[in-house]
């Protein structure tokens, strides 16, 4: 793809981020380097980056570090070498690919001072011969959506999306898409997210295809104790996704999600005819 045309799906990119974009260009084609089939360039690179915001304590500098892996790994999507075969060899980077082979997700996290963190999230989808890369960012986290907006591609809140399940609805593909949000010093947040293509291509967040009780819902939402995990994974013999019910520790502390952890109850969403519905206290045990 031409730098151009790259440059054209990046929605939302910062100029400091072009800026370094086209420089990293100009110095590919004015010095000699390895090979750009050679995957060890940019694994090199993409380690680099990471290691060098993990001990940076600045949160600007934090911010110029990642835009350099979004030029690094914006140019690297741009190719025609498999993203996979770096993946494996690095840390701190998320790699999904759906099911249907059609759209795969790249992602990451710079955490900040005050205890929020920046996200990032390349979404690569191919249609026909053509490869179109879209990139968002963002900072606010799932803290301040809720379960009924729609988000446009620049309206992004910020998650770390591990898993993408493409399924149909009514005549749409839409992929199910559930993340993590470390919201701050105190609580942890995940969601599960759908995901669609507008008219246009572009993807976009948020169709109503949840239905929990006698409601339809763009996304669930979840808020728990930094100091517990949460269970949340699609199993596709089931056709389900499976999480962890969470309940506070007392009741005195309802609404306070400090203090709210797993209950050893489970909840989960099961697609039905496009849908998918919410399924209280399913049995977990015994299952083959």
């Known amino acids: 793809m031409p730098a151009n045309q790259f440059i ?5 990119f910062s100029r400091l981020s072009v800026f370094i974009l086209l420089l990293t ?42 835009d350099s892996l979004i030029a690094v790994t914006g ?23 759906a099911s249907d082979s059609l759209v ?5 996290n710079i955490p900040l001072n005050d205890g929020s963190n920046s996200y990032i999230c390349f979404v690569v989808r191919r249609t026909g011969e053509e490869k179109h890369i879209y990139l968002l960012r963002g900072e606010r986290g799932t803290l ?6 729609q988000f446009a591609l620049e309206e992004w809140y910020g998650a770390l999306y591990y898993d993408i399940i493409p399924f149909k609805s009514d005549n749409s593909v839409l992929y199910l898409l559930p993340g993590l949000d470390m919201n701050d010093l105190y609580t942890n947040g995940k969601v599960i997210e759908i995901m669609g293509f507008g008219s246009d291509g572009i993807p976009y967040f948020g169709d109503k295809v949840i239905r929990s009780g006698d409601s ?8 728990y104790s930094s100091n517990s995990s949460m269970m949340l994974r699609y199993e596709s013999e089931r056709e389900w996704m499976v999480f962890d019910h969470l309940s506070p520790a007392e009741p005195a ?11 050893s109850s489970y909840d989960a969403l099961e697609l039905r005819g496009g849908e998918w519905v919410h399924i209280r206290d399913v049995d977990l045990r015994n299952r083959q």
């Open 216 to 223: 339809i819902i763009s996304r669930m939402l979840f808020r």
């Open 25 to 66: 260009a100009w110095v590919t084609e004015a010095m000699p380097q390895e090979p750009v089939g050679d995957t060890a360039f940019y694994r090199k690179d993409i380690s680099r980056l990471f290691l060098a915001a993990a001990y940076e304590t600045d949160d600007n500098r934090r911010r110029q570090i990642s």
């Open 144 to 149: 301040t959506i809720d379960q009924h907006q």
């Open 8 to 12: 054209r799906h990046l929605t939302h």
């Open 253 to 263: 502390f309802s609404g306070v999600y400090s203090y709210y952890g797993p209950d």
């Open 75 to 97: 140019e690297y999507l741009s190719s025609d070498i498999p993203f996979e075969h770096i993946y494996s060899d690095i840390r701190y980077m998320g790699y999904y690919m």
């Open 104 to 108: 795969k997700i790249v992602s990451w």
